[in-house]
Structure formats: structure tokens, C-alpha cells
């Protein structure tokens, strides 16, 4: 089974998130901070984080700079999942080194798909 991370300060979107990866059979991991992620990451291997980008203690893009920094996590696909989608953002967080840019709020039905989207390119 593919591990995901999830990386959410607000409980109510970590929660469904969380639900709705579980209804499709997943078992994610959370984290509520960059510091707690960073932790779990040095213990645990992830296929995927959905990682918001508006973070308290460390924003989303110091903790997406330290994944991609560290060679044992670079390889992880990182998706954003953010509130801020506009096109300059998007255009931001991508060439940041996220892998795509999932728009809050998450559209429940597509959600499992995109996971999953992401997950069969997990090794590309």
C-alpha cells in the first residue's frame, strides 16, 4: 500500500483529508506542522505528501525546500494543496518542486482520482 503524508494545520482539512484517503483504502500519516513532518520523514518513507503551503512555524515552501534538499526524501512526490491557486502561485509552487497543485477547497469528487493519478506516477 502507498504511504502518503498528509501536512495540515487546520484539523477540519486534515480530518478530511484524511477520511477521504481512507475511504479509498489508503492509511495517510499527519502531520500538523513542517517540524512534525520533518520528523515523521526521518522516521517513515512516503510515496506522497499533500503538503498546504500556509503553515505555522515553517511556511510550505521552507519544508518543501528541506525535503528537496535531503536525499533520502527528494524523491518524494509533493503536491500542494492550497487556498493560494491562482496562476502565479501555481506557477511558484511548481517550479519549487512540487509535483502539482491541488486547490483548497479539495473537490471530494475528484480527490481519489488525482491521488491516485499521483501515486501511479510515484516512480516516474
Known sequence: ????????DNLLNLTV????LKSFGYEPKK????????EIL??????LILL????PKM???????????NPETRGIKVVAVT???DPENKEKFLKAGCYAVLAKPINFGDFGSQVTKF???ADS
Open 31 to 38: 502531520a500538523k506542522d513542517g517540524f512534525e513532518a520533518l
Open 1 to 8: 500500500m502507498p504511504e502518503i503524508l498528509i501536512v495540515e
Open 17 to 20: 483529508e484524511a477520511d477521504l
Open 119 to 121: 501515486l501511479a506516477t
Open 52 to 55: 498546504d503551503m500556509e503553515l
Open 59 to 69: 511556511h510550505g515552501l521552507e519544508l518543501l525546500q528541506k525535503i528537496k534538499l
Open 83 to 85: 487556498g493560494h491557486s
Open 42 to 47: 526521518s522516521e517513515l518513507k512516503f510515496d
